[in-house]
């Protein structure tokens, strides 16, 4: 409680009255004072001084820090990122006023709070809809909408696994190469392990020849991609109950949202045998999460790494959160794993001024940046190009960028955050149709719900512009 500061605390006092079963009139009695005091005080029209603190905490034997400040910090940080929202921006609203909404009237605040949110959610499927194309969002995906299905299975179990962990982690030091992979498929499943051109495969990176017992791999990809497959070979094999365990334990309606899972959970288990949980979290803390690091001494591609690195919040021994993304020159989301609640999660990297699409003016090199998003958050972005594909003259090949982002709260524990932390935060939106951004360059639709200003006096060189007001 701030010194010297009237306390309004109408609501937590009706509150605590409420919970302890008395009216008015049995908490006057109580507190030697007139029921119209206690109505006062409940209606904010009087303050709650400290005597009258006291004389609370000594009757009722409760903690007066507790009625006083309960939940009011949190309230008043989501309050503020909420209200730093640019449709707001031409409100004056000062953090003292916010910090007494929080304090004196915390269910305006939680309304507040709820509205702002379900604006946010209507104006995002009303920008979707305008963009061409009735998107179904994760949070409601069904059985037309299989990769939102699984992207939502993932994400409500913040892609970490643990029971997966543990038994690729059994297996890992026996199977530390392709050799020993190669081995461990001849004696537990007779099955010869082989490399192969691509006139065999016909485009495919793997093939099970179940007649011939089999295992073809294509020669045309990297040593890092031949062990992946090999050890995706084996946890189709060897881990189908778990996986189909947790697959029955999920609330997947599609046929095909269950297939992806599957697919997602196998691949998971291949990438835990190839980086173990708990070599991995240390070897990503040793390094800072240097991820060109963490591909040298796991021979492992960035891809891979990158995506382990979003995995590593299993209770008790959580990494930094990440959260990740794969785009190609288009824009189009091949693929996208939230460990960090990044906005950006549901709905892909629409902005042109995020690295995930600057990199790829510089293939194959890291950039690192530092991101502010519309409500203040701030995020650092690691971005690199990947290819796929190729591996011969003449053979398609597709170039996508992948990045990985987490909250700037953790930029000291990061050797990216030396780079970034001097410098200013490039501004970045969700989408234009939902960022109320003025002045930004990069701009390809106007916001919904802003009007467009007329270009009769000036020309602000800037595309839509909009008012503010």
Known sequence: MMAGKALYLGPRLK???????????????????????IALMERNQRPVTAE?????????????GKLADEDA????????????????ADIAIEPLDIEDIATSYPGIAEALLRLHTAFGEEQLALAERREGGDVISEAGAGASDPVGEARAFLAARRNCFPALDDSAAMLAKSLDSFAAMKDHLAENHQLDLRLTDDGLLRGALRWHDYHRRRIYISERIDQAGRRFQAALQIAILEQEEPIAGLVAESRLVSEDGKRLVRRALQSYWAAALLMPYRAFARAAEESRYDVEALCSRFAVS????????TTLQRPGEEGVPFFFLRVDRAGNVSKRLDGAGFPLARHGGGCPLWNVHTVFDRPAVVDAQLIELPDGERYVSIA?????????YGVPSVTRSVAIACSATHLDKLTYGDVVASGDPTPIGVACRMCHRPRCIARSAPPVGREIVPARFRESGVPFDFSME
Not at 15 to 37: C, E, W
Not at 52 to 64: E, F, G
Not at 74 to 83: C, K, Y
């Open 302 to 309: 960035f891809e891979q790494a990158a995506h382990r690195l």
């Open 15 to 37: 509150k605590l009255r409420r919970d302890l079963g008395l009216t008015q009139a049995n908490m006057a009695s109580d507190l030697d004072i007139s029921s119209s005091y």
């Open 52 to 64: 009258m603190l006291i004389k609370l905490a000594s009757t009722y034997r409760i903690d007066v």
């Open 73 to 88: 910090d949190e309230t008043s940080a989501r309050l503020l990122g909420a209200l730093r929202d640019p449709i707001f």
């Open 384 to 392: 690199r190009t990947v290819r796929g594909g190729g591996g011969a």
